[in-house]
C-alpha cells in the first residue's frame, strides 16, 4: 500500500518562501509521476505541479516562475519550493503518486499566507 507523508507546510507573510516535502513508501517512488495539487476553502482541488518518472515538470499558470518541483529518488521524496508565496496561495496542498491506474494521496498539509 503506497503511502504519501506530506510536510512544511506553515504560516509564512507574502513574499515569503516555504518548502514542501512528501515522502513516499510501498511502492518503487522512481517510476511514479509524482504531482502537487492544493484545496483552497471553498474550492475545488487544483493541480498546481507535475514531475514525470523521468524529471519533466509542468505548471499551471497561477504558479509558473515562483515554485519548483523536484524529486529526490535516493530519498523517495518529492519537494515543492514556493517562493514569492501571496495570500492566494492559501490552501492545504496535497501530494498524489500516479503509477499506471494506480494514484494514491497524502493527508495534505496546510500553508496560510499573510498579508
Known amino acids: 500500500q503506497v503511502q504519501l507523508v506530506e510536510s512544511g507546510g506553515g504560516l509564512v507573510q507574502a513574499g515569503g518562501s516555504l518548502r514542501l516535502s512528501c515522502a513516499a513508501s510501498?511502492?518503487?517512488?522512481?517510476?511514479?509521476?509524482m504531482f502537487w495539487h492544493r484545496q483552497a476553502p471553498g474550492s475545488q482541488r487544483e493541480l498546481v505541479a507535475a514531475i514525470t518518472s523521468s524529471g519533466i515538470t509542468n505548471y499551471s499558470d497561477s504558479v509558473k516562475g515562483r515554485f519548483t518541483i523536484s524529486r529526490d529518488n535516493a530519498k523517495n521524496t518529492v519537494y515543492l519550493q514556493m517562493n514569492s508565496l501571496k495570500p492566494e496561495d492559501t490552501a492545504v496542498y496535497y501530494c498524489?503518486?500516479?503509477?499506471?491506474?494506480?494514484?494514491?494521496w497524502g493527508q495534505g498539509t496546510q500553508v496560510t499566507v499573510s498579508s
Open positions: 498524489r503518486a500516479v503509477l499506471g491506474t494506480r494514484s494514491s
Open positions: 510501498g511502492t518503487i517512488f522512481s517510476i511514479n509521476h
